[in-house]
Every structure is written in C-alpha cells, then in structure tokens.
C-alpha cells in the first residue's frame, strides 16, 4: 500500500456527508464501504481515530484505485462479502441512484458484524431521503437523523441481533435455445446484488449466445462474465477452456457456483482487472457484452484484452447498442473481416484478428 496522501479527486458528496457529520464514537476497529476512494477511510486514521481502518470494495478496480491513493493504515480489502470479524463502527455512504438490494444486503452484513454497543453510520447525498431512513429503522432501534442541504445522515447503535436474516441470493433457469444439439438444455444460473443482470437473463446476453458459433474444441473467453450465463451456455459446446472474465468478486463466485450446478468442469472464472491475463491457452472465440458507461473506456478495455488473447485469425464478437464505435476501434486494433449485423434490438460487431 502506497504511503501518500489522500486522492486529489474530493470525496463523492455522500462520503463527505460522513466526513463532516459522524461523531467520535472512540472506535478502535472501522470499516468504511465506500463508492469512492475511502476518503473517510483516510481521515480516521490521519486524526488518530482508529487503530485499525478496513475500505471494503466488490469491485477489484474499484479496490486497485483506492490501494492507490490511500495512506498507510488503511487495508483495502476486496472481496463477495464484508471481511468477518468483530467491528465497532461500520460506515456507509450511499449513491443516490445506487443499487437498492446491494445496499439492503450490505447495511444487513454490517449488522451482523457490529458488535452489541458499535455503530452503523450511513449517508446519501438527497436532503429529502425517506427509504434509507426507513431501511435503518428496519435494523435498529432507535436511528439518529441529520440533514443538511447537502443530504442526510443516519446512525444507531447496535443493541441486539438480528431476528431474521434475508438472503439476497437469486437462481434462476433459462433455455438454451443456442445450444446447436437440438437439445432442450435448461441452465441454471446463480446471481447476487451488484452482480450485472441479476435475477435475470439479459437480453443482450442472449443475443450474444445466439450468434456465437462455438468449435467443439474452441477455447472461449468471455470478458465481463456478469453471473456467467453466456459463459456456461459456451461450456456446454466446447471440451475447450471457457474463461469467464469479470472485475467484480460477486460475479466471479456466481459464475462459479453456475458451473457446479450445471456440472461444467471446463469453465474458468478469474478475477482481474488490469487486462493481463496470462492464460494458459490461446483464445479462438472472445464475447463481450460490454456496458454503455465509463466513456467507451471499459468498452476499449474489454476489446483490448480480448484481442491480446486471441489466436491469430481467432474472431471477437461484441453485442452492443452503439456498433458504429466499434466498428472504428476494430480497425485501429487491426482486426480484419468486420461484419456488422442485427440481433433483435441490438448489433452483433464481429472481427478476426490478422494472421
């Protein structure tokens, strides 16, 4: 971990809420889930607040950035579920048009941590929030309120446990109507909050499998596996090595526990997030179904990656919404044979690397 000062991006305005309005409680063991860079996190330890400070991430590039930035005492840590152990004070900041059952799942996992006397302190940048106040009442006894314009601020202590867990797992079925057997393949997937797609099928997942012509022998890389379900309908096609590749540890264990179920011993989950793979075989298929934010970056990532890894003449297939971007960026990463084609609402963007 880099010993250096907090990153020069200002703490999203959630987080800063926490920052300026948490009392000190005189915790000794802390642990910040942060949608930023654990500026909270920094502070604690700056001001000798806490002897032992945790920034929790689900995402691994997420958790790279803020290993980067953070100072010394803070341990990044990333991982499916808050790390165990007894805590003291766990704090929370929450995006305003964050995602509803990750939340609900995480503030349950920081109760359950808390020891009888710590504290759950959470926040959202919307100054007329009603929901989070109501999930935190949901949990505690008695929950504290501040508001300012800039949003609000809850907190409460820990008296008891919880007298009834929810489990925030999904599984679900889907047919595999691109299986080219004629068989009525039924997969089984498994998905959890935060995970891309949960509790259902993309559509563009689907479009994906549909055009997707698989060798019985073809090594397939998917990159941003999600729960893995394109991945698991191509394991089901080839005795090659499918590799799911995702940045988020909830979609790498789904994918995982997709593979049990369906008795796939030929799937490959990995966590990464820098692109640098190292796998063990050449790739002849690479899929991707890459998100519409982040400014095409992700979107270059995937498709970078994806080309390193592949054989020469081995092809790349992208569902996408905006096929035009990459159709560009194909030619700039020297692919050859670009067809583009309708699937449904979407555009299947196909390339071959040169030889």
Known sequence: MLNESPSELPPLPAEQLLIDSLPDWGS??????SPGRAQLADRWVA??????????????????????????????????DLP???????????????????????????????????????????????????????????????????GSVYWAKKTKPLKKLKDFYCQFDFRDVACHDNQARIIQVVTRPSVFSHRRLDLGARQLMLSAEIGPTDNVLEMGCGAGAVSLAAAFQTSGTVFAVDSNCRAVECTERGAELNQLVNVQAILNAD?????????DLALANPPYFGNDRISQHFVDTACDALRPGGALLVVTKQPAWYEAYFETQLLEDIVIFEASKYSIVCGRKSS
């Not at 692109?275 to 790739?283: A, F, N, W």
């Open 275 to 283: 692109g640098d793979l190292q796998l063990p075989v050449p790739i």
């Open 28 to 33: 000794s063991r802390g642990l910040v889930i």
């Open 47 to 80: 001001t000798g607040k806490m002897s032992r400070v945790a920034a929790w991430y689900v995402d691994l590039h997420a958790a790279n950035a803020a290993n980067a930035v953070c100072v010394e005492g803070v341990e990044v840590q990333c991982g499916s």
């Open 84 to 150: 165990d152990g007894e805590l003291d004070l766990v704090a929370m900041p929450v995006l305003r048009r964050g995602e509803a059952e990750l939340t609900r799942e995480l503030m349950q996992q920081s109760h359950q941590r808390l020891v009888e006397g710590g504290y759950l302190a959470v926040s959202v940048d919307n100054p007329s929030d009603q929901w989070l106040h109501g999930q935190m009442q949901a949990l505690f006894d008695k929950v504290t309120c501040h508001r300012t314009k800039q």
